[in-house]
């Protein structure tokens, strides 16, 4: 997982990669060379490409194995077909082949195939969002290739490819009224040595709920178990914790909170059984491979790091910048105070949409052009 530092539109955007044994290792960084702002950057599976999506609506794709003779990562693509910012990207596992998701202001989501290698085509192009797409990720490989998709036109879409009829084929459902912002995966649930043949994810969004989700067939349902509202501002990040058991996920809010969510089993009750209060606004949130490990981005491009200590709460393990990792010396656990009970599911009401609800929301959404 990495650690997104934005310095300016003329300096380095810096990749840290945070290992569990050898914390703050840098594996390298890119330079922009003027390509203007850097919305998001991924590494694919092996940590040997890196994409990042550009205000510009370009998709760059580096060669970061360069890095381990001490050179740059070498500009290997530059993928046009947004006519709008690009605000996510996202790899597929590589038994589906060297495959890349994009999505925009532009209200498109775009997956590209390496055919020889630097060279990147358009295999899928999904125009049926009418507001700009937020955020898009791949499902686990056990469900196939897969990708989902949120909108600032409340929807949560669901691309799956089927290799008898080689087409793509699309479910839909309103997760977010107010604007969907933000969704992550659940890993593949398995049973007995077999996974099971339905999916789930969480959404977030502008109405500062989350909704967690279940596709199996062509049916794409909002489980029945929703989430307490626990944020006041807009959801801008969740994390699925990759680990199986228990079944955990983060949220991220301009609230200046991250809140954490446990379920037991599947159907019964989640929990929120921490809470974190940050100085800034959460813009991301990612897991180390082990979940035990999560990264919090908030503010201006700070990083924190918190683990998952014995008795299943949160503390401070130290910050992450361009040098390395720091240690906190002291460290801070976090978790729900006295007087805060875990917060059992509760049916989450949907904010009444005031005249100064919309005229936030009208702010907010200028803010990031996507009206």
């Known amino acids: 997982w990495l650690k997104k530092h934005f310095l300016s539109q003329t300096r380095a955007f810096q990749i840290t990669a945070t290992m569990v044994g050898t914390l703050g290792q840098m594996v390298g960084s890119l330079e922009l060379q003027g390509f203007g702002a850097l919305h998001d950057v991924q590494l694919d599976y092996y940590g040997k490409r890196a994409a990042g999506a550009f205000e510009d609506g370009v998709v760059r794709v580096w060669d970061t194995r360069s890095q381990e003779q001490g050179e740059q990562p070498k500009l290997l693509a530059e993928l046009k077909g947004h006519e709008g910012p690009a605000w996510k990207v996202s790899w597929a596992h590589p038994q589906f082949g060297s495959v890349l998701a994009s999505c925009s202001y532009d209200m498109k989501v775009i997956i590209w195939k390496e055919v020889h290698p630097g060279n990147f ?84 969004g502008l109405d500062n709920c989350l909704s967690v989700w279940k596709i199996e067939g062509e049916e794409c349902v909002r489980e029945r178990t929703p989430l307490a509202q626990t944020h006041t501002d807009w959801v801008r990040a969740v994390a699925w914790r990759p680990c199986a058991s228990p079944t955990m996920f983060a949220s991220g809010s301009w609230d200046q909170v991250v809140n954490i969510y446990a379920q037991e089993m599947e159907g019964q009750a989640w929990r929120q059984i921490s809470k974190i209060n940050l100085p800034g606004k959460v813009e991301g949130l990612a897991w180390s491979v082990t979940g035990s490990i999560l990264s919090v981005s908030y503010g201006d491009g700070e990083s924190v790091l918190y683990k998952e200590n014995y008795d299943g709460n949160f503390e401070e393990l130290g910050k992450v910048s361009e040098a390395g990792y720091v240690e906190v010396p002291n460290s801070v656990t976090a978790k729900l105070a006295p007087n805060e009970d875990a917060i059992p599911v509760a049916v989450q009401a949907q904010p009444p949409q005031d005249a100064q609800f919309m005229e936030q929301q009208q702010a907010v959404l200028s803010s990031f052009g996507m009206m």
């Open 121 to 204: 085509q358009i295999c899928h192009m999904d125009t049926t969002h009418t507001a700009s797409v937020n955020d898009c990720q791949f499902s686990p490989r056990e469900y196939g290739l897969r990708l989902a998709s949120v909108s600032s036109d409340g929807t949560l879409s669901v691309l799956t490819y089927d290799a008898t009829t080689a087409q793509w084929r699309r479910l839909s459902a309103v997760a977010h009224p107010a604007g969907a912002q933000t969704l992550s995966w659940a890993p593949a649930a398995v049973r007995d040595g077999t996974v099971l043949p339905y999916s789930r994810l969480v959404t977030g």
